[in-house]
């Protein structure tokens, strides 16, 4: 029973919502039929880990019913229904969180019953909770929904003469709605589409955004005065740096844009904002610029201490947290990095926290030349997906060319060869910037022992040339290495 449902839930109760549960369970209002407070109050005596094997339906039936046959299917359903209470609890404990949404709720009754003063109360009491709201997604969308309950509220007073401003502004909603969705969706699918091996067919969201005379709009909202125009236009930047990312020009403004309003924004529709700035410098950029380095770094610094690295609370995704890292390391803000692992590898999710603090210090002692503790540290890298692999692949093809073990490498070349052409998950683009890699570093090798100067300045050209590479810049130094 241990990987149950119903124990996954209650181990993310907190003490004070165990109490709260129970209460909830005695209360005649929430009752589901069964009375499940003898069974949780056996089982509470095990939160939060419920790790012991004493948590078993026989163990709890012998509890609840001394001296009594075990009877499974009594236990089941007593469960099932103790599940379902966890749930309607949580559901509660969301609405506690969002007045919003509460009253969104209330209206709807209030306007079945006609209660036309309630209504309208319940409209002043959600615009005092949105004042107090950031600028996102979801303040357009509760904005919108508001525009809507004041309409229905005209029509259930009989005063729809009143509608023009609040149709109005809704239709303005729904416009900047649009705006940030087209963000969101187009952003996901290119990275879907290049790294995950998604296929697209018709992609009628693209077509749309990408036709749109943005410019246009824009300046009317400024001869218009219109309050949301920075956003308008940050929307239409970030759209412009996914559909024409060469345009570098719309990074710069983005980013001007962003340092002169992000305090007006939400905390989540910041990091997202920083999210899409570091993305475009990591994957349009040149990053063997040391300009584009130092950039990336300080946005990284930047959101570390603004705390917008961090999503949903405190938490640490993994590939924010070897992006971050990686990123120090190229901009050669080592003690930065070391740092880095040290305060905030505790903000991965558990399961990570080892295998990604190794692949850290793996790195770390690479780009410090410490090339025997980094295949160490490799070594301990448990492999969480694929492109966990693929980076350490990569890595370890380096590690073992700066060992000068040429054996090693190329039967480690030809291993990854073959998991390249084994693993249909890997996206093309991926699979041919590893690939290209791999065959690389195998001419490296090769020359590393002829030494025809004409075949080192011939390589070194193909690979300047080359746009879809992994570690071009590493490739280029060792070839370098060679001419000298």
Request: aromatic share 14%; proline share 2%.
């Amino acid at each position: 029973m241990k990987n149950s449902k119903l124990i996954n839930i209650l181990k993310t109760f907190s003490p004070e919502e165990i109490k709260l549960f129970e209460k909830f369970l005695a209360s005649p209002f929430h009752s589901s039929g069964k009375n499940c407070i003898p069974l949780f109050r056996v089982m509470k005596k095990f939160h939060p880990e419920f790790d012991t094997d004493k948590i078993s339906y026989e163990s709890l039936h012998s509890k609840l019913y001394p001296g009594k046959k075990f009877n499974k299917q009594v236990m089941w359903n007593l469960s099932s229904a103790l599940e379902k209470m966890t749930k309607e609890f949580i559901e509660q404990i969301a609405l506690k969180k969002d007045k919003f949404t509460r009253m969104s709720l209330a209206i709807s009754e209030f306007n079945t019953r006609k209660l036309a003063h309630n209504y309208s109360q319940a409209i002043s009491e959600m615009e005092k909770v949105l004042l107090k709201t950031g600028i996102d997604y979801d303040h357009f969308d509760k904005k919108l929904h508001l525009e809507i309950f004041k309409q229905d509220y005209y029509f259930l007073t009989d005063k729809t003469q009143f509608k023009g401003d609040s149709t109005l502004k809704s239709a303005e909603y729904q416009v900047l709605l649009f705006l940030r969705m087209s963000v969101t969706a187009l952003r996901d699918l290119k990275i879907l589409e290049e790294y995950h091996n998604y296929k697209i067919d018709i992609n009628l969201a693209l077509e749309f955004a990408g036709n749109i005379d943005y410019e246009t709009i824009i300046e009317y909202a400024k001869r218009k005065n219109y309050e949301y125009t920075y956003l308008i236009e940050l929307y239409y930047h970030s759209l412009m740096m996914l559909l024409k990312p060469v345009e570098t020009e719309h990074m710069v403004k983005f980013r001007e844009l962003f340092r002169e309003h992000y305090k007006k924004l939400a905390s989540n529709e910041q990091k997202d904002m920083m999210h899409w700035l570091i993305n475009y410098c990591l994957y349009n950029l040149d990053l063997g610029k040391e300009e584009n380095n130092r950039m990336i770094f300080e946005l990284n610094d930047f959101r570390i201490k603004e705390d917008l690295a961090f999503h949903p609370d405190n938490q640490l995704s993994k590939t924010a947290y070897l992006q971050i890292f990686n990123a120090a390391l190229r901009a050669n803000e080592t003690d930065w990095a070391l740092n880095f692992v040290k305060e905030h590898t505790s903000k991965l999710i558990p399961e990570f926290r080892d295998t990604m603090k190794c692949q850290a210090y793996a790195f770390l002692y690479f780009h410090t030349g410490e090339y025997q503790k980094a295949l160490g540290y490799v070594n301990k890298v448990e492999f969480k997906d694929i492109m966990d692999k693929l980076q350490i692949r990569i890595l370890t093809a380096k590690i073992y060319y700066e060992l000068n073990e040429p054996e090693t490498l190329l039967n480690y070349v030809d291993a990854t060869k073959h998991f390249l052409s084994s693993n249909p998950s890997i996206s093309e683009i991926i699979r041919v910037q590893v690939h290209t890699f791999i065959k690389y570093i195998q001419k490296i090798l090769f020359l590393k022992e002829k030494g025809d100067p004409a075949e080192i300045n011939s390589l070194k050209k193909e690979v300047e040339a080359v746009e879809e590479v992994a570690s071009k810049k590493w490739l280029l130094e060792k070839i370098s290495e060679l001419e000298n």
